[in-house]
């Protein structure tokens, strides 16, 4: 079973960059599809970005061009690199995980291991 938790949440000037990780506990290089979401104040829970078993990527077309999404299969981490942010890249960011090698475009409740969320502020 996994298990997962954000960090690298901070506050930010818009233009400026944050990484932000997340350890999967439990996670098996190659079998797991693993994403990031994130909610802002009053939005709905949108998905950022997701990697699947065999590294291959999606990003969602706000953050494309921006973010990048990587896995250090050593240390069991995943990362999210945020430049360029903008305000409205502000949100809560939690990242996600499900025993299965290819993530498709599931959504927040097809996943099976959710973490606490990170806190990712940007001021103008």
């Known amino acids: 079973e996994i298990y997962v938790a954000e960090s690298g949440g901070a506050s930010v000037q818009s233009g400026g960059s944050l990484r932000l990780s997340c350890f999967a506990h439990?996670?098996?290089?190659?079998?797991?599809?693993m994403g990031w979401f994130r909610r802002a104040p009053g939005k709905e829970r949108e998905r950022v970005a997701a990697?699947?078993?065999?590294?291959?990527?999606w990003y969602a077309d706000a953050v494309k061009g921006r973010f990048t999404l990587s896995i250090d299969k050593k240390k069991d981490t995943m990362y999210l690199q945020m430049n360029s942010l903008k305000s409205e890249d502000a949100a809560m960011y939690y990242c996600?995980?499900?025993?299965?090698?290819?993530?498709?475009?599931?959504?927040?409740?097809?996943?099976?291991?959710w973490g606490q969320g990170t806190q990712v502020t940007v001021s103008s």
């Open positions: 996600a995980a499900i025993l299965h090698p290819r993530c498709g475009g599931r959504l927040w409740d097809q996943y099976r291991a």
């Open positions: 439990g996670y098996i290089p190659s079998t797991y599809c």
């Open positions: 990697i699947n078993g065999d590294g291959s990527t």
